[in-house]
Each structure stands twice: as structure tokens, then as C-alpha cells.
């Protein structure tokens, strides 16, 4: 039906950058938010960043000033730009779409399955 498929995930010392990339396909009639939580073993996953379709966006404070969400309407694409990488940034990061709705009149909630990124010290 949906698929969300990360991308851009891997190894970095502190202080250099990564860029996520999420693309979503499958039936899609309309995605209004798109958003980046990530995840370490031992703690809750916790929300990351969130845009909507609109451009409207919220970070956790934690990243506010060094991550930047961004996304292609056109493409059903988010992108999770993260700039002055800390070694506690080091976690699974999960696309998240709360609600798709789909050409035959569904709207489901919809995660990736994660991609690994490792920020050494």
C-alpha cells in the first residue's frame, strides 16, 4: 500500500553531517506531516523533527540550531539535514508518517524501518 524507505544513514565523527532522505510511494493521494524520530536501545523513541506540507516545523530542542527537516511535496519526500553531529545523536532513525491517505479512501499511520546513524567521539 505505503512504503517508507530511509536512506543516508552511517558512520561520523563528532561535529560533521549527515543527510536523511525518506521517501514515501505507494498509492499516496496526500501526506499533510512528515517527520524524523530516532531511537537507543535502553530509551523511548522520541521525536526528532516534523514538517508539514506547508513548511511548518518543530524540533526537540536537543537538535534546534544544528538539524534542519526539509521536504519535496512533489516527490513525497523528507529530508533530515544534521549538521554538528554529538555522540548522543547516535541512534535508529525512523521516518514517520502519522496519516497517508490513500487513493482507495484509507489513511493509515506509516514508520520505516530505520536507518543507523553512529556519531563517533
Known amino acids: 500500500q505505503v512504503q517508507l524507505v530511509e536512506s543516508g544513514g552511517g558512520l561520523v565523527q563528532a561535529g560533521g553531517s549527515l543527510r536523511l532522505s525518506c521517501v514515501a510511494s505507494?498509492?499516496?493521494?496526500?501526506?499533510?506531516?512528515m517527520g524524523w524520530y530516532r531511537q537507543v536501545p535502553g530509551k523511548q523513541r522520541e521525536l526528532v523533527a516534523i514538517?508539514?506540507?506547508?513548511?511548518?516545523?518543530t524540533y526537540a530542542d536537543s537538535v534546534k540550531g544544528r538539524f534542519t527537516i526539509s521536504r519535496d511535496n512533489a516527490k513525497n519526500t523528507v529530508y533530515l539535514q544534521m549538521n554538528s553531529l554529538k555522540p548522543e545523536d547516535t541512534a535508529v532513525y525512523y521516518c514517520?508518517?502519522?496519516?497517508?491517505?490513500?487513493?482507495?479512501?484509507?489513511?493509515?499511520?506509516?514508520w520505516g524501518k530505520g536507518t543507523l546513524v553512529t556519531v563517533s567521539s
Open positions: 514517520h508518517v502519522p496519516r497517508v491517505a490513500t487513493t482507495d479512501g484509507r489513511a493509515m499511520e506509516y
Open positions: 505507494g498509492s499516496i493521494y496526500s501526506i499533510v506531516h
Open positions: 514538517i508539514s506540507s506547508g513548511g511548518i516545523t
